[in-house]
């Protein structure tokens, strides 16, 4: 099983990013999918969470800016980021719950490879 994360990059203070984070491979479930972030001399934070049924939690930083969604058709979970901030310049990383179907009971954590965002004027 692989997570690919994309969407990161440059924007200005006040713009929007649209980060995707695909998983693939040998997957039979997939429970919550999470977007983390990690700036520079900082510790890894949790950003938002969705579960399988869609319910979502946000950091109260970013509640009301940040959307989180699912497509489970493509095994793929979403952060759309309007209203950015120079503070949420950070490298951002999806994280997900993931059954394979040759252990369809057992479910382990997934990372993906990170993606740069940077707020900056």
Same mark, same amino acid.
């Given at each position: ?14 713009g929007s990013l649209r ?45 009301g800016r940040f959307t ?7 095994? +793929? ?11 949420? +310049? ?9 059954? +394979? ?16 965002? +940077?707020?900056?004027?």
């Amino acid at each position: 099983v692989q997570l690919q994360a994309s969407g990161g990059g440059l924007v200005q203070p006040g713009g929007s990013l649209r980060l995707s984070c695909a998983a693939s491979g040998s997957i039979f479930s997939i429970n919550e999918m999470e977007w983390f972030r990690q700036a520079p001399g900082k510790q890894r934070e949790l950003v938002a969470v969705i579960s399988s049924g869609g319910s979502t939690n946000y950091a109260d930083s970013v509640k009301g800016r940040f959307t989180i969604s699912r497509d489970n058709a493509k095994n +793929t979970v979403y952060l759309q980021m309007n209203s950015l901030k120079p503070e949420d +310049t950070a490298v951002y990383y999806c994280n997900s719950d993931i059954a +394979t179907i040759e252990s369809p009971l057992l479910e382990h954590e997934y990372w993906g490879q990170g993606t740069q965002v +940077t707020v900056s004027s």
